[in-house]
């Protein structure tokens, strides 16, 4: 079993930042991707960023330029540096990794409890 703990959310004014982090755990034999996903009241979740073991990023087309992915392979942890944060950035945010356990012989597909983000105007 994988075990994702997310922390770093919280209340923040318009043009502020955060960072969260998300650190994995448990039966892990690699982690192929990692990323973060949020989900505000009434809208389905979406992807805000993912990150693969080589480093290659993708980002949400309304967070690109403001929001920085990075991960840490060694200690299986990712990171996500929010800056200028704006009102529309409020959600529930999600940390998911993709990977493999049991020596490589099984995939996980493992998410976070989720943490709140909220940014006042």
């Known amino acids: 079993q994988v075990q994702l703990v997310e922390s770093g959310g919280g209340l923040v004014q318009a043009g502020g930042s955060l960072r969260l982090s998300c650190a994995a755990s448990?039966?892990?034999?690699?982690?192929?991707?990692m990323g973060w996903y949020r989900q505000a009241p009434g809208k389905q979740r979406e992807l805000v960023a993912g990150?693969?073991?080589?480093?290659?990023?993708n980002y949400a087309d309304s967070v690109k330029g403001r929001f920085t992915i990075s991960r840490d392979n060694a200690k299986n942890t990712v990171l996500l540096q929010m800056n200028s944060l704006k009102p529309e950035d409020t959600a529930v945010y999600y940390c998911?990794?993709?990977?493999?356990?049991?020596?490589?012989?099984?995939?996980?597909?493992?998410w976070g409890q989720g943490t709140q983000v909220t940014v006042s105007s």
């Open positions: 448990g039966n892990i034999f690699s982690i192929y991707t």
């Open positions: 990150i693969t073991s080589g480093g290659g990023t």
């Open positions: 998911n990794a993709i990977g493999s356990q049991d020596s490589g012989y099984a995939r996980f597909d493992a």
